[in-house]
């Protein structure tokens, strides 16, 4: 069985988006939130309401199904993977994705999948985000 990432503790998240730029860092050596591959958004007027979007890692992903040049493929233990040479940038994929967990590079106009690597879940300070089976 694969590990792969979860939220564990919501209502422990106080929005420092350490998890997104350790993401962005890591993969686009870029110190932005925009590059992430999960999504902190703060709902405004309401004092420590934050919605934590992070790949589910599906089995039968609805991202991949609708992908017509097949760049997004099955991961092994479930979610997706990428081929950039595939992909025609049609945005399909994060329409697609019925939790809204895939996020989209503007930039590259590429979809940006969860690697399930725990990277994001190191720099968590409250242990909101891990690994689990």
């Known amino acids: 069985m694969s590990r792969h990432l979860s939220v564990i503790n919501r209502e422990q998240c106080i929005g420092c988006f350490s998890c997104m730029l350790a993401c962005s860092r890591t993969f686009f050596q870029a110190i932005t939130t925009e590059k992430a591959a999960l999504r902190i958004r703060v709902y405004s007027g309401a004092e ?75 720099y968590c300070p409250n242990e909101v985000i891990g690994m689990t089976e």
């Not at 950039?84 to 994705?97: D, M, Q």
């Open 48 to 122: 420590g309401a934050f919605s934590i979007r992070t790949c589910s890692a599906c089995q039968d992903p609805d991202c991949a199904r609708v992908c017509p040049t097949g760049a997004l493929s099955l991961r092994p233990g479930g979610g997706v993977k990428l081929d950039e040479k595939l992909c025609s940038h049609c945005g399909r994929c994060i329409r697609a994705c019925t939790i809204a967990s895939l996020q989209w590079d503007r930039e590259s106009k590429l979809p940006i999948p969860c690697r399930h690597c725990g990277t994001c879940v190191k």
